[in-house]
């Protein structure tokens, strides 16, 4: 157990907290966290940590979330999710320190460990490290727009995602972030990216038919053996168009 005396912040380390936590890192800010679990439909269990309120319709397959607290998040877990239409709305202070939750997640809406059929997803306002995190994540995605993110918009890891269309606007960090998997989309528009409008690494592939990237820093990199193939990409106003390199020493160029 180690404590900041500036800051009076703590942070556990281990296994023996409470029963939530299983490995890794515990924050101070979620001590006192509320958690509540329900199941939305095929096993998938909606799990809110926070400050979180939500209106249902399981009829309709609408579900919107409203994150009302900086320290609040979402994760959608298990089973099989199916033509679902999900909103998430981040109305929480920002806050200079974003900090991962009791488990180590770092998006304010987490798909973990699913299976997802045609499903639409929206995020606005978002005050975390990722807007929308899918790890362990297979399917596929009809619409997904992510607009005024406080870091990176979409990041996927470990998952094998097809999404029809992608729309991200305004994050303070990557548009979208692919790592260790398999991705295909088939058009995607990236504006207002305060680093990279699409980072691809860590031995992912992507595979792009259509691209519009704009007012970025970096349009694309690829970098340790990640793969891109495109189609057809259009750059305007950004400062580099395409990179590939090599970032973590375990790997190789992109």
Not at 87 to 103: G, H, Q
Not at 115 to 125: A, L, P, T, W
Not at 133 to 150: A, F, M, P, R, W
Request: proline share 0%.
């Amino acid at each position: 157990r180690l404590k900041d005396e500036n800051k009076n912040d703590l942070i556990f380390i281990g296994k023996k907290k409470t029963e939530n936590i299983v490995e890794g890192w515990y924050h101070y800010k979620f001590e006192n966290q509320l958690r509540s679990i329900l199941t939305l439909e095929n096993d998938v269990k909606l799990i809110t940590s926070g400050n979180i309120e939500y209106d249902l319709n399981r009829d309709l397959k609408k579900l919107k979330i409203f994150k009302k607290d900086s320290n609040s998040n979402v994760v959608l877990k298990g089973g099989i999710l199916k033509n679902w239409d999900i909103e998430f709305k981040d109305t929480s202070l920002k806050s200079k320190v974003i900090s991962n939750d009791i488990n180590g997640l770092t998006g304010c809406l987490t798909f973990f460990r699913l299976k997802v059929e045609n499903v639409k997803i929206f995020s606005d306002g978002s005050n975390c490290e990722d807007s929308i995190n899918l790890i362990n994540v297979v399917g596929s995605i009809d619409y997904l727009k992510i607009i005024n993110s406080s870091s990176d918009g979409f990041d996927a890891d470990f998952s094998d995602i097809r999404v029809e269309k992608i729309y991200i606007e305004n994050s303070a960090n990557d548009c979208t972030d692919f790592s260790f998997g398999k991705y295909e989309i088939k058009d995607i528009y990236v504006n207002g990216c305060g680093d990279k409008g699409i980072s691809l690494g860590e031995t992912s592939h992507l595979k792009l038919d259509k691209l519009v990237a704009k007012n970025t820093d970096i349009a694309v990199a690829s970098k340790d053996y990640g793969k891109l193939i495109a189609n057809d990409i259009l750059i305007k106003d950004v400062k580099t168009c395409l990179s590939a390199y090599k970032k973590k020493q375990e790997f190789s160029g992109g």
